[in-house]
């Protein structure tokens, strides 16, 4: 073990404990039991801004200079800003999951959206997944042809599909295909 792997094991070791802890205090300050949940999970990420902080200062022996010091400072805002990010893609992954199975005629589900009803990201990776979902080997099918997934977005193109995203993956085919032994 190298002391860059204890140092990664230290910090990872004490966000643990932090967020163990904090969602003991959480409990027993009156929060929610879902929000003291929250605020334990949520703890763990308290320092994720070290991520951005060169190694050279995270894992110096002795004291840290002053400039040192203003650096280690800023992983506060680095990790705010690192969450914020996460933040949007969650957003974006909430949206994907609960409408990625959606129709652009109207017939998907969860709630039968229509058209541009559906964001566009839920479009998009709905072209996607049926894509995947069909060239790829499952325990109940063996995986279609590249030329038969590709045939049946085509039909479906307008109807079940957004007939944008299905002709860019049809442009952009050759490179898919390369993920597919």
């Known amino acids: 073990m190298t002391l860059q792997d204890l140092e990664t ?4 070791e004490h966000s643990r404990k932090v967020a163990q802890i904090s969602g003991i205090l959480a409990k027993h300050a009156g929060f929610s ?8 999970q949520a703890a763990i990420f308290h320092d994720v801004g070290k991520s951005c902080v060169p190694e050279s200062i995270l894992q110096k022996n002795g004291a840290l200079t002053p400039e040192e010091y203003e650096i280690i400072k800023t992983h506060t805002v ?3 800003q690192q969450i914020n990010g996460v933040r949007q893609m969650l957003s974006a992954a909430d949206t994907i999951a609960a409408c ?19 964001h566009p990201y839920a479009r998009l990776i709905g072209v996607v997944d049926v894509f995947d ?3 790829s080997k499952r325990s109940y099918k063996d995986a279609w042809s590249l030329n038969d ?24 085919i050759d490179t898919v295909s390369t993920l597919y032994g």
């Open 149 to 172: 997934v590709c045939g049946y977005l085509r039909q479906n193109a307008g109807t079940q599909f957004d007939r944008e995203y299905v002709e860019l993956l049809m442009e952009l």
């Open 100 to 118: 990625h199975h959606e129709r652009i005629d109207g017939k998907g589900y969860p709630r039968g959206l229509c058209g541009v009803e559906i």
């Open 133 to 135: 979902a069909l060239a």
């Open 9 to 12: 094991m230290t910090h990872y």
């Open 33 to 40: 039991p879902v929000e003291a949940e929250i605020i334990e």
């Open 78 to 80: 680095l990790g705010a």
